[in-house]
């Protein structure tokens, strides 16, 4: 009877201490994104960390191994966001066209609400922002799955067109694309009607043109 009763105590504590766990996990991750949101990557550091949420450096190792892992965390959560933005499109667009609109526009949505961190991140050339940021290498549309969306798009539009071509065109897309959103962020106060139309006039102009190869 004793065992169980013991069994049964022990879950709630477990749980309660999981919860407490990721709870300073995500304390770790928002006071990281907020230093590199006003510093950069480069200028982040445990110690950064530490007198930002008033903790001791060493508490902080007992929940990331070294502020590498603190920045590759934050780098997949900000690519899985951009991810899951452009795989909500519409399943009701029938047009190609219309879905590739749809998908930069939500990218360019998703993109200008974390502003700093996607410039601090596609401007670092550490080895843990290259690996989440490339597109450019040779059989990237089969390995970055924002890119395969992308790609899949284009050969509706091209049906004919050879995969080597559309990746290509998938690549220089999303390089113009990163152009554009950078130009946005750092031009930050043209106004919402400016960027509006800029954005629009970017997707329904700019890419479709270019996705056709005209």
């Keep these: 009877m004793n065992s169980v009763h013991e069994s049964s105590d022990t879950m709630p504590n477990k749980r309660r201490r999981e919860q407490e766990k990721s709870e300073m996990r995500e304390l770790i991750l928002t006071a990281a994104s907020e230093i590199i949101a006003v510093e950069g990557f480069d200028k982040l550091s445990i110690r950064k960390i530490g007198n930002k949420i008033e903790y001791s450096p060493?508490?902080?190792?007992?929940?990331?191994e070294d502020k590498d892992a603190i920045v590759n965390n934050l780098m997949q959560?900000?690519?899985?966001?951009?991810?899951?933005?452009?795989?909500?499109?519409?399943t009701n667009i029938d047009s190609p066209e219309d879905k590739l609109k749809e998908m930069t526009k939500k990218y360019i949505e998703e993109v200008l609400k974390m502003p700093y961190e996607f410039m601090s991140a596609q401007l670092n050339k550490s080895p843990q922002a290259i690996k989440h940021t490339s597109s450019l290498y040779k059989g990237a549309s089969k390995s970055n799955i924002a890119l395969s969306f992308l790609f899949d798009c284009l050969k509706e539009i091209n049906k004919?067109?050879?995969?080597?071509?559309?990746?290509?065109?998938?690549?220089?897309?999303?390089?113009?694309?990163?152009?554009?959103?950078?130009?946005?962020?750092?031009?930050?106060?043209?106004?919402?009607?400016?960027?509006?139309?800029?954005?629009?006039?970017?997707?329904?102009?700019?890419?479709?043109?270019m996705a056709k190869g005209e």
Excluded at 58 to 64: A, E, P, T
Excluded at 164 to 172: D, G
Excluded at 177 to 204: A, H, M, P, W
């Design 58 to 64: 060493s508490i902080i190792y007992n929940y990331f």
């Design 77 to 90: 959560r900000a690519y899985q966001k951009i991810v899951s933005a452009i795989s909500s499109i519409n």
């Design 160 to 209: 004919d067109m050879d995969d080597s071509k559309v990746e290509l065109t998938s690549q220089i897309i999303v390089a113009s694309t990163l152009g554009f959103v950078i130009k946005l962020i750092i031009e930050k106060d043209i106004g919402d009607e400016q960027r509006k139309s800029l954005t629009d006039y970017f997707c329904n102009e700019v890419i479709i043109r």
